[in-house]
């Protein structure tokens, strides 16, 4: 860390000078992490028709933190994963083996693990209110070591994406064909659930779980818009989410607005541009 922040008191900020305000430093090391994460994770969200997944994930994560409460844990964090990453692979097994479409079985997961969120965190009388920091979540109490773990999951998912992208993006155009092939369609599936999963969870206190989903969603979308190839769609999602990140985070901190709401709008305001030179372009 200590290179970090001699690195980043070469910028042209108040904030940045040498032994000051390293919680700022903390945000923006975080928000070069997670962005790349987003940006990857939103193409297969926009070509999977899972927009709303991420959202019933955060449902899912805030269950997972009323149940470590319940059973008296200070750190919640990893109760949250977990019940995370079962809700997803029990969605993707229902998904698998049900007709249904998917935003029907998103529907169905998400209001259930909201309501036995709320249950739990409000069973025997207990205040909701201490759980209000999810809905909107503060980038600036990020910890180094929460970081370090979501630099980890970045490595691992871009050896996901490496290993197994072409199966997954078959198995969501066309999952028939990729069983035909012999690709394991629920596997490739259970994998990108759960990365989603592991994703959204950690990262939720920080940026907020009213708009989390906006951010697996309006990179992928905008990118979508815009590219011509496959390489240009993931390039696009991963810039557009980098830019809008650092954007958001400097804003929220010169207006004092909350980082992931300030990330959102520059992402919803880049996703609009993105549609006027998609129109120009044909």
């Known amino acids: ?25 903390n945000a923006l090391l975080a928000i070069l992490v997670i ?3 987003f940006g990857l994770l939103s193409t297969l969200v926009v070509q999977n028709n899972m927009a709303f997944f991420s959202d019933a994930l955060g449902h899912s994560a805030f269950t997972g933190m009323a149940i470590g409460a319940l059973v008296g844990l ?10 995370a990453l079962i809700f997803a692979l029990l969605f993707t097994y229902v998904r698998h083996r049900s007709k249904m479409s998917s935003d029907t079985i998103i529907g169905v997961f998400s209001s259930a693990a909201m309501a036995l969120g709320i249950f739990l965190s409000t069973l025997g009388g207990q205040s909701f209110s201490k759980f209000n920091v999810l809905l909107i979540g503060d980038i600036l109490s990020v910890q180094p ?49 759960a990365a989603i999963a592991v994703v959204v969870t950690l990262s939720m206190t920080w ?23 496959t390489a240009q769609y993931h390039l696009l999602a991963v810039l557009s989410a980098i830019l809008c990140g650092i954007a958001g985070l400097l804003t929220s901190y010169y207006l004092g607005t909350s980082a992931g709401a300030t990330i959102t709008l520059y992402l919803a305001l880049l996703f609009f541009l993105s549609l006027i030179f998609a129109r120009r372009g044909r």
Not at 74 to 83: E, N
Not at 159 to 170: E, I, K, P, T
């Open 207 to 229: 940026v907020g779980l009213l708009v989390i989903n906006s951010l697996l969603v309006l990179p992928g979308a905008l990118s979508r818009n815009l590219a011509k190839n």
């Open 145 to 193: 070591g929460k970081i370090g773990l979501l630099f980890l999951i970045l490595l691992l998912i871009l050896a996901l994406w490496l290993y197994a992208y072409n199966g997954l993006m078959l198995s969501s155009i066309h999952p028939a064909l990729a069983g035909s092939r012999g690709i394991r369609t629920f596997l490739q599936q259970a994998l990108f659930t």
């Open 74 to 83: 200070m750190d919640q964090t990893w109760t949250a994963v977990a019940f």
């Open 1 to 25: 860390m200590n290179l970090w922040y001699s690195l980043v008191g070469l910028l042209p900020f108040e904030w940045a000078a040498p032994g000051t305000m390293y919680f700022m430093k």
């Open 35 to 37: 962005s790349p994460l």
